[in-house]
């Protein structure tokens, strides 16, 4: 006797296989991770320059009273350091290498312009606005890349972590393959989503990576952001885009020559509510 099957167990049954078939195999994600890793280190060892587009939008997450995740006592949420336009904060990006050669320029909305470069010996930091430049001496650059302050911190969050994706593919899966071009990435796109998920703050990244180039061009992070005992809790949601040169940078775009009316200091003045990026 065949055993029936109610319609609450069908439909089981019929999410079951649809989600059994809308999962990416193995090795499909497997072979893209590593083919995005490979890559981004090619870029690395010759030389890239990248120009990024950064927006966050935090907003309160409420939570049932008493409960983690909910607005504890009621406090207002602190809007984040930088300038906020109606977007959000927006960060205008250009990131470049070429072998011990580092260029970071970051850009807000409003206008503050900081602008490093760096041999991983020197660092020099200028602000146009102030007409004033720093000289130091770098710390130690890490000999493994990973996540960390300065520089090299910088260089991870917004590149560098691409050569290691591929150790990402058991958090990962294809959701969504052949995705028309739009404003952020310029020619047909495969979305992986990337579990982040921690203990404290559990996210998700929605990365597009193009078909052609495998080079990353849009991600999507969202993040539940834990506050403190009297804060409260907030969703954050960044979006980055990337947009790669076509070939490697210049010699030139590495060498800071203070302009002409240009004055060294040992540290900036504070004059603004935006902190030093690099920290």
């Known amino acids: 006797m065949t ?15 649809i989600l059994s078939h809308a999962q990416s195999p193995p090795s499909e994600i497997d ?4 083919q995005v890793a490979s890559k981004c ?24 009273a008493g409960q983690p995740g909910g607005n504890r006592i009621g406090l207002p949420i602190p809007l984040p350091p930088g300038a906020l336009s109606i977007d959000g904060q927006v960060e205008q990006i250009k990131l470049a290498r070429s072998g011990r050669h580092l260029r970071y320029e970051v850009r807000n909305v409003l206008g503050p312009v900081w602008d490093w470069w760096t041999d991983e010996q020197t660092i020099w930091c200028y602000r146009p606005v102030l007409g004033l430049y720093t000289e130091t001496r770098a710390d130690p650059w890490p000999t493994r890349l990973g996540p960390g302050p300065g520089l090299p911190g910088i260089e991870w969050k917004y590149f560098t972590k691409f ?3 591929d150790d990402m ?14 404003s952020s990435c310029h020619g047909p796109s495969v979305v992986v989503e990337l579990k982040l998920s921690g203990r404290r703050n559990p996210a998700t990244e929605d990365l597009r990576i193009l078909t052609r180039s495998r080079l990353p061009c849009q991600t999507v992070i969202h993040w539940l952001r834990r506050g403190t005992l009297v804060g409260a809790d907030t969703d954050s949601t960044d979006t980055i885009a990337w947009s790669f040169q076509d070939r490697p940078p210049a010699p030139a775009v590495f060498v800071f ?3 002409k009316n240009a004055k060294r200091v040992t540290k900036f003045p504070v004059i603004d509510d935006i902190p030093h990026p690099v920290h």
Do not use: M, N
């Open 3 to 17: 055993p029936r099957i109610f319609p609450a167990a069908l439909l089981l049954v019929l999410c079951s296989s």
């Open 31 to 34: 072979d893209l991770l590593r």
């Open 41 to 64: 280190r090619e870029l690395y060892r010759q030389g890239y320059a990248v120009d990024i587009r950064r927006r966050r939008i935090q907003r309160p997450h409420f939570g049932e």
């Open 163 to 165: 050569l290691a994706i």
């Open 169 to 182: 593919r058991g958090h990962a899966s294809i959701v969504k393959d052949d995705v028309d071009p739009d």
């Open 257 to 259: 020559t203070p302009p």
